[in-house]
């Protein structure tokens, strides 16, 4: 089931370099049980560019949010909880 994930995780890319999200490091690990997912995400850039350019727009976060749950959806999982991995009292979406 882990590579189904990971592979799931593999089809979702950034809009603004079509890179996926697992390769740019977004989702930093997950955690199954049974039809419930937990990922753990770091919406940070890599970037040295400029400070305010560090978090990802709200709009690129949602928008990748919702492609994700959409594949973990069709994996089959009820439940889906995409987290902050420094906060896990910060949840960016949910499902259902």
Known sequence: MENDVIDAIKRVKDPETQENIYNL?????????RD??????DFM???TSCYFCK???WDLINKISLELINELK??????????????PQ????TYP
């Open 45 to 47: 850039s890599r970037t």
């Open 74 to 87: 069709n994996l089959g999982f009820q439940k889906i909880r995409l987290i902050d991995y420094i906060n």
């Open 55 to 57: 978090i990802i727009g």
């Open 25 to 33: 490091g977004l989702v930093v690990g997950f955690t199954i049980d």
């Open 36 to 41: 419930s997912i937990d990922l753990f995400m």
């Open 90 to 93: 910060i949840e960016y979406k």
